[in-house]
Structure formats: C-alpha cells, structure tokens
C-alpha cells in the first residue's frame, strides 16, 4: 500500500512554504552566550516558544504606541 503523494521534495521546501503562507520570517541576532544560556532556561521553566516572546517583547516593549 503506497502513503500519500509528496507535496514537497525536501524538508526545507516544506518549510519556506510554512513560513510563505503564513507571512513569517526568519530573524537571526547576535547575543552574548550567557544571555543565551539564561533566556533558555527562562523558556523551559516557562514552557514557551522563543518565538512567541520575541514577538510580544517586540510589540509591548519597542513598538508600543505612547
């Protein structure tokens, strides 16, 4: 019995076909290894996504309307 069709030959079109669809983007930023390492554990404890804080400390923190 066959599975299904591949709708994407790699990985990674599979990828940039998620993050196209879903109008995202990737942002890479350099820190500092101890930030890194604390910012990790924060999110484990806290069970969240990097993400998801990224992008509401980018709202409510930079972006806000004053």
């Known amino acids: 019995m066959a599975g299904r069709k591949r709708i994407y030959a790699t990985r ?7 993050r196209q669809r879903n109008n995202l983007v990737n942002l890479c ?15 484990k404890f806290k069970d969240r996504e990097k ?5 509401k400390l980018l709202r409510t923190q930079l972006l806000r309307k004053r």
């Open 51 to 55: 993400s998801e804080v990224i992008e």
């Open 12 to 18: 990674a079109e599979q990828q940039a076909a998620y």
């Open 29 to 43: 930023v350099q820190i500092d290894a101890g930030l890194k390492n604390e910012f990790e554990q924060w999110l």
